[in-house]
T-cell receptor, first 112, second 111 residues
Framework: DGGITQSPKYLFRKEGQNVTLSCEQN?????MYWYRQDPGQGLRLIYY???????QKGDIAEGYSVSREKKESFPLTVTSAQKNPTAFYLC???????????FGQGTRLTVV | RKEVEQDPGPFNVPEGATVAFNCTYS??????FFWYRQDCRKEPKLLMS???SGNEDGRFTAQLNRASQYISLLIRDSKLSDSATYLC????????????FGTGTRLKVLA
């Protein structure tokens, strides 16, 4: 099936540990995105990538890192520098500018 | 001022009712507009793109008013299954890949 796959669906980590969230797409989309959603809030952009080996910071990039070594993959690392990492993380992709984005099912991260 | 603003609701309407949501955006150079639907604890899913001439998809109608910088979504003959949060999404100037999301309007359709 074509689509965007995020894994795992639920993730628990201890405070101070880095954790990497996976996002893979087989839609041949150029652009990929990471958003964070907190309860009662809208989606906030963490990082995005328009092409392989290139990515830009979004509005809340501090404490996060990404890589885009392959077109299909855009993993997000939540580092210990992120002050409040517990949230719902959503990965998305789009084929090109001015077209709609498609989302993965999300990863719910809880840091204890 | 937020880049994209929506009334958070909730809008509680009976089955069969018609309901409308508005969304305002601040960047007059914005090029693309969308409505997404998000169910509780799920990912957003594209409901419809919004075109300058307005567009309709079954019970759903979207309109764009560039002069006043708002988009609207009209839902006719509401169903229980329409209960969800509706997100207004704006894409910036031509060629940009950045989407800007509103905080969403919550709809509850009551039996």
């Amino acid at each position: 099936d074509g689509g965007i796959t995020q894994s795992p669906k639920y993730l628990f980590r201890k405070e101070g540990q880095n954790v990497t969230l996976s996002c893979e797409q087989n839609l041949n989309h150029d652009a990929m995105y990471w958003y964070r959603q907190d309860p009662g809030q809208g989606l906030r952009l963490i990082y995005y990538s328009q092409i392989v080996n290139d990515f830009q910071k979004g509005d809340i990039a501090e404490g996060y890192s990404v890589s885009r070594e392959k077109k299909e993959s855009f993993p997000l690392t939540v580092t210990s520098a992120q002050k409040n990492p517990t949230a719902f993380y959503l990965c998305a992709s789009s084929p090109k500018a001015n077209t709609e984005a498609f989302f993965g099912q999300g990863t719910r991260l809880t840091v204890v | 001022r937020k880049e994209v603003e929506q009334d958070p609701g909730p809008f509680n309407v009976p089955e069969g009712a018609t309901v409308a949501f508005n969304c305002t955006y601040s960047n007059s150079a914005s090029q693309s507009f969308f409505w997404y639907r998000q169910d509780c604890r799920k990912e957003p899913k594209l409901l419809m793109s919004v075109y300058s001439s307005g567009n309709e998809d079954g019970r759903f109608t979207a309109q764009l008013n560039r002069a006043s910088q708002y988009i609207s979504l009209l839902i006719r003959d509401s169903k229980l299954s329409d209960s969800a949060t509706y997100l207004c999404v704006v894409k910036g100037t031509s060629g940009t890949y950045k989407y800007i999301f509103g905080t969403g309007t919550r709809l509850k359709v009551l039996a």
